[in-house]
């Protein structure tokens, strides 16, 4: 079986390769979002699941930076969203951030912290991401 590559080879590199404000020390940041209502079990399979792969990476010789995964959440009710878990230390903006599914589906209402937190992530060059 061959493998065929569909990025062109100048492509740029996504999680930011030298951007000092969301990549330190060769590490890209993952942020899942634990919003009220999201699945908890998407939460956690999902982090268990990049954590693994990141194990597996470490061991090629030519790795990709190390992955961090990182919960983010409002502490407070209608507080501003915070680092409640991190993998592994880190002071990087995230690279990737993802809303996993809801029990309850979709919600009628923005909530304009999450929405605004997202929209701050994006400026900042973060990849927007969700699941359902």
Known sequence: M???????????????DNDKDRVDNDMAEIAILAYPGAQQAAVL?????????????????????????????????????????????????PSLCILPPALEGPRDEADPVITGWLQDRNADGAVLASVC
């Open 2 to 16: 061959r493998i065929i590559s569909f990025d062109p080879p100048d492509a740029p590199y996504v999680s930011g």
């Open 45 to 93: 399979g999902m982090t268990d699941l990049l954590l693994a792969a990141d194990r597996i990476a470490a061991r090629t010789p030519d790795r990709a930076p190390a992955v961090v995964v990182s919960h983010w959440a409002a502490v407070d009710a209608k507080g501003p969203l915070e680092r409640v878990y991190a993998s592994a230390a880190c002071r990087t903006n």
